[in-house]
Structure formats: C-alpha cells, structure tokens
C-alpha cells in the first residue's frame, strides 16, 4: 500500500476532524507510531537551487504562486552558550495560483549570493496576494536584511489557536499529527546541514518541513471561517516592536509576544486599593476576587485582631519580635536603652517587686 503524501490533493485526502493532542511525551510517541508516515507527493516537484541560474528561474516561477510555506535548515549547537550557526537552507514550498501545481524550492544559502537572495525574497514577501505560512519565520529572517517586511503572513501556531485552542508554542510534528493525521519524521533535523553534498534524505526532509505548512493550512482553514483566518494574518516588520505591559520587553511578533507574557517574571507595584479596606493589588481581577471573598454577602466575618505582645514589643519602636532576648538586644543596640540583669524569678512577693522595680529604664535617651 503506498505511504500518504503531501503533494496532490487526492493524496493528502482525510477527515476534517482534528485529532487531539495526547497529554505526555510517551503518549504523543504511541499515537504517532499508529499513524502513516508523511512522503512526498509524486506529483510535488524539489529544485535544489545552487547557482544564479537556478535562482532566477525559481525567482520567475515564485511570481505566480498564491500560497507558499517558508521553513529553513540551520547545523545544530550542541555546545551551551555557543553562538547559533547561520541558517544553511531555505525552503520554499509553492502553491501555483493557476494550476495548483506545488513545487518545493531549496536554496542552498552557502553557494549563492546572500544579495540575491535577498532580491528574491524581498519581492516574494512583500507580496499582498500570496499568503505566507511559517512557523517561527522571524528568528529565521535575522539571517537577511533588516529592511525586510513580511505581508500576509500567518504563523501555524496561531491556526491551532484559533482551530483547536492551544495557545503555548506547538511543533511541526504535533501540528501534522493534529491536522492531518500522519507522522512528520525527524530523523534528520540534528544532521551536518554545512556538509556537501546534502543526502537524498536530507533533501526529503527539508522538502517535507515547507511543504506540509501549505496542507496544514489547507485543514485547518476547513476547520473555520475565511474571516477567523484574516484575523491572525499579520505584518511582520522586524522594525516594529510589540511591547509587554508587565516587564516593558519588546517582541518583533505578536506570536513571540503572546509566548512570553504567561512566563513574564515583572513583578508589578500593588496600585490599586480596595475601596473598603484599603488593601492595595496588582490587577483589577485580583481587586474584584478579593471584594467578592471578603467584603460579599458570603463573606466570612472578619477577624479580629490580635493583641501585640508587650513583653516582645519594642519600648521606643513598637516593633515586635520573636523573644524576648531579641527584643532587648534591639533595645539595648538601637536605642541604648539600658537593660537590668535577670533574676531567677521566685514565688516570693518581695522578689516579683523587686523584679518589677528592676524593670524600670532610663529612657532619657529616647
């Protein structure tokens, strides 16, 4: 029986009904071992592009396309703190807008011009009639010129948002399993991408990473309304910043903002006062939580307060501490004030008042 694939559309045929995400890493594991293996259509063409040559002519048949899904290859760091390696491919994956024919186009980043390929780019994405798919795109964008700006861009993460509900982060593997139902495999993503020439199975993966963003797409606009989908189409513009309200951090997407406001460590001032005890919180929600359990109708009644130990309360202060030896330590440091010896107390009257009349300080230094 032959392997499902990305490619033809009468291959990639499945239910539209999602699949949910398995709760842990060995859950996830055995449902994936159950489903199909993800190939290549055999009606999906791969061009290798090496030279100026092959540059321009995919540059000419990019100029067509209404859907493209954009993924890259990096070598992998496996040293902490070393600097990340400059990105190695870029896939793009095409959907032709008049025939539908799909065609994978990989640029190998180290053999061609870095100026043009920015040409290309720039022209491919500041496009408004095709829409770009990606996952993560903008870490991959520091690689070419800042000037760049993305239009009609759709990150995934923000289709499983809208179509299944997750909001944190989701990989390429789970997002193909939810959609379409089949295994992504990852067998090559920690390979040498600098080393030449790339394996066929380099190749088949690099291909497969671009091309399944286009048949994602494709389940889960089915999922929902065209008009849910324009709302997480946005700009990317690595000259504009999103800023978090917390922590005052800048983030160049949306997206990568919304990742990090759930873990944002800011600590904000507690400014906002309750109006009836004057208790001070950082949040109006936590405000109106606090009027309903302490000041509604199924209010517990309030507790009194308790009444401050003398013996352990500062003379001069009134700070209250935890003995009374460390209560007269601070006295005797802080505010010189002179502290008589102790006597082994007696159950003779003479010796309680003999206590209570050593008791008496001088206090003229206060």
């Known amino acids: 029986m032959p392997r499902p694939s990305v490619g033809a ?129 903008e870490t991959d964008l520091k690689d070419f010129d800042d000037a760049l700006v993305v239009h009609r861009y759709i990150e995934a993460t923000d289709l499983a948002r809208l179509t299944l509900g997750h909001t944190a ?25 600098n080393l030449r020439p790339l394996k066929p199975a380099q190749l088949t993966y690099a291909a497969l990473d671009a091309a399944v963003l286009l048949h994602i797409y494709d389940a889960m606009l089915a999922e929902t309304s065209s008009e849910a989908v324009a709302s997480v189409v946005q700009t990317l513009d690595r000259s504009v910043q999103f800023v978090c309200d917390k922590c005052g951090a800048t983030r160049p997407t949306l997206e990568s903002l919304r990742q990090h406001t759930p873990t944002c460590k800011a600590v904000t001032a507690k400014t906002l006062p309750c109006g009836s005890c004057q208790r001070r919180f950082r949040t109006q929600d936590a405000v109106a939580a606090h009027i309903k359990t302490a000041h509604g109708p199924n209010a517990p009644p309030l507790k009194p307060k308790p009444k401050r130990n003398k013996s352990r309360t500062c003379r001069a202060c009134q700070h209250v501490f935890k003995t009374i030896p460390a209560r007269e330590k601070h006295e005797a440091t802080v505010h010189k004030i002179k502290i008589p010896l102790r006597t082994e107390t007696t159950t003779s009257a003479h010796t309680t008042a003999s206590a209570d009349e050593a008791m008496t300080v001088d206090v003229d230094s206060l």
Request: with cysteine; net charge positive; hydrophobic share 45%.
């Open 9 to 137: 559309h009468t291959n990639n045929q499945r239910s539209t009904v999602m699949l949910p995400l398995p709760g842990s890493k060995a859950e996830l594991q055995a449902a994936l071992n159950r489903v199909p293996v993800l190939t290549l259509g055999a009606s999906t063409r791969v061009v290798f592009v090496r030279n100026l040559a092959e540059l321009q002519t995919c540059h000419e048949q990019l100029r067509t396309a209404m859907l493209v899904g954009l993924d890259s290859e990096t070598r992998p760091v496996f040293q902490k703190g070393a600097p990340r390696q400059p990105v190695s491919l870029l896939q793009i994956a095409m959907r032709d807008a008049a025939s539908a024919a799909e065609t994978v186009f990989i640029l190998d980043l180290l053999a061609l011009p870095k100026a043009n390929v920015t040409l290309v780019l720039a022209e491919l994405l500041a496009s408004t009639t095709c829409t770009k798919i990606g996952q993560g795109f």
């Open 169 to 193: 982060l989701i990989s390429l593997q789970k997002l193909t399993y939810m959609a379409l139902g089949r295994r992504l495999t990852k067998s090559q993503q920690k390979s040498n991408w």
